[in-house]
């Protein structure tokens, strides 16, 4: 076993720990678990900052479990949120736990190993459980008082809180009390915002185990930051909303270019949270970048890194591809090396023109091609499109063209498609 808590500390991952929890992960191997909540067909790269935990954990020689909420799910966390959640039927919340086992396989090793990941889910254990039942296992050991006091109530007491959340609580607390009893799970982790909701778990395992306070802990709680960006806003979502891990709601190439456009400022924080890379790696990336800023070393490193364990390989050249298409110096032989099935993803928000053989016949010239075939979306008139040309702010195919450019001479794409650069942006011409 190697120190995960050490681990942590120098990838600046460690935000909070019990008294007695490195003593106890350095004393033997230890089941430690995360909490996903299901209200989603797809984990988001917030999620993934508490998935790293899983990985250095199981990496420690540590036995990884995800918890997927199918119970609490239908109930929602009331930590960080102004209002309650709307609820899910169990159909949905099915849905999304198979597809979030499905993006868990791609960083957790769920072998025969002893200390091969597991998952659980809690709806296995509360299905059964009747109300009344539940007040007598769980409500009677700890106090309105107590559960008062956690951060993720008092924020809510001004706006309006259901008994179904503030309950929550109690049900995440249980949740590591059964796994506690029934797997032998001692270690609860989470994000800094789950410290609340951990540490009840922690003390309603003390108080049905009848421990006095003070004694050995039986069970342990450890957070890691939440991750901000450096001018301490929240990282993980785009201008379309959330970076989602699922590549049908955030392709590969969306994804990577996320990573990509980090602020400098961000990346030596991102690269320790986010990748594998080594201590000596990061540190030797982070000279390379200074030196040479303008190369986006730090950003490349992490982009690669996560969009290959997380879309593969092939998704991972993919983006790259596509970015060099969009943004780099992409040549018409490039081009020609994209697969049809690969534009619809390489081109995905890019504006598109549909034109007819019919149309493109009637062009006399290129001029026409760009501004009276395609409607004028690409350009709005003949005069338009000729000064662009002029200026030579015109390709086609990643190739500049001229006034006189033949129109026999454009090479269609998979026999459908032409590039039209304008400027900085792209236009897609394709043959209906």
């Not at 992960?25 to 089941?31: I, V």
């Amino acid at each position: 076993m190697t120190n995960f808590i050490e681990e942590l500390r120098w990838r600046g991952m460690l935000h909070d720990a019990m008294p007695g929890t490195e003593e106890q992960l350095q004393k033997e191997m230890t089941a430690g678990y995360i909490g996903f909540d299901p209200t989603a067909a797809s984990l988001h790269i917030g999620n993934l900052a508490t998935i790293m935990l899983l990985v250095h954990f199981q990496r420690a020689g540590h036995k990884p479990v995800a918890l997927v909420g199918g119970a609490t799910g239908m109930i929602g966390d009331p930590s960080g949120k102004a209002a309650e959640r709307e609820f899910l039927s169990e159909d949905a919340l099915r849905y999304n736990q198979q597809c979030i086992k499905a993006q868990l396989e791609k960083f957790l090793e769920f072998s025969e190993a002893p200390n091969a990941a597991e998952m659980v889910n809690n709806y296995d254990w509360f299905k059964d459980f009747s109300f009344l039942g539940f007040l007598r296992e769980a409500g009677k050991h700890l106090t309105v008082n107590y559960m008062m006091a956690k951060d993720s109530v008092k924020k809510r007491l001004e706006t309006g809180i259901s008994f179904t959340e503030f309950s929550y609580q109690l049900l995440q607390g249980y949740d590591f009390y059964w796994l506690y009893k029934n797997k032998g799970i001692r270690l609860q982790m989470g994000g800094s915002d789950q410290w609340g909701n951990i540490t009840t778990g922690t003390e309603l395992i003390r108080r049905k185990e009848g421990r006095p306070e003070g004694e050995t802990s039986l069970a342990f709680a450890l957070t890691t930051p939440l991750v901000t960006k450096a001018d301490g806003t929240k990282f993980g979502k785009s201008e379309s909303g959330n970076v989602w891990l699922d590549p049908k709601m955030t392709s590969p190439y969306q994804f990577y270019q996320f990573w990509l456009n980090a602020a400098d400022d961000d990346c030596a924080r991102l690269i320790r949270v986010y990748t594998l890379l080594s201590k000596e790696e990061i540190e030797e990336t982070e000279r390379q970048h200074a030196e040479a800023p303008h190369l986006r070393l730090l950003q490349k490193a992490i982009a690669k890194d996560v969009t290959t364990r997380v879309h593969g390989w092939e998704g991972y050249q993919l983006a790259v591809k596509a970015s060099e298409v969009l943004f780099g110096k992409a040549t018409l032989d490039t081009l020609k090396t994209i697969r049809e099935d690969e534009f619809e993803v390489i081109f995905e928000g890019v504006p598109s023109t549909e034109v007819s053989k019919e149309d493109v016949d009637a062009c006399a010239d290129v001029i026409d091609l760009l501004a009276v075939a395609t409607r004028g979306e690409v350009y709005s008139s003949k005069g338009e499109a000729r000064r662009a040309v002029t200026q030579n702010a015109v390709s086609i195919n990643k190739a500049k063209i001229t006034a006189t450019t033949a129109l026999s001479s454009l090479e269609w794409l998979q026999n459908r498609y032409l590039l039209i650069g304008k400027g900085k942006k792209n236009h897609l011409i394709k043959l209906n």
